[in-house]
């Protein structure tokens, strides 16, 4: 189990990262901000990798903005495209988690 959202996050990297010429290395970042409908700050972070597997990390309040600076800063430093988007206003309940999409 991870600690919260950026642990999940760089477990992810640690695993599929490094040479991005290598099969299974991360391709690319997709960054969705938005809020719940109750207003909490929620931030969804997919990581694609070139072997076609896809993660989705998600994170909610204060936790939503740091991952999402995470995610832009590690895209800068090696090189890997982030798109980022704004969410439309969702209705979910949950908690930090990765899934393998």
């Known amino acids: 189990m991870f600690k919260d959202s950026i642990d999940a996050f760089t477990s992810v990297l640690n695993e599929r990262g490094g040479d991005p010429s290598r099969p299974g290395a991360v391709s ?3 960054v969705q901000m938005g809020y719940l409908r109750n207003g909490v700050r929620h931030c969804n972070v997919q990581i694609t990798c070139n072997d076609g597997a896809c ?22 430093v090696v090189k ?5 988007k ?5 209705s979910v309940v949950g908690q930090t988690a990765v899934k393998h999409l």
């Open 55 to 76: 993660y989705g990390v998600d994170a909610f309040g204060d936790e939503a903005e740091v991952l999402c600076v995470v995610a832009k800063n590690y895209s800068v």
């Open 80 to 84: 890997v495209p982030c798109v980022v």
């Open 28 to 30: 690319e970042i997709s």
């Open 86 to 90: 704004q969410a439309e206003p969702v």
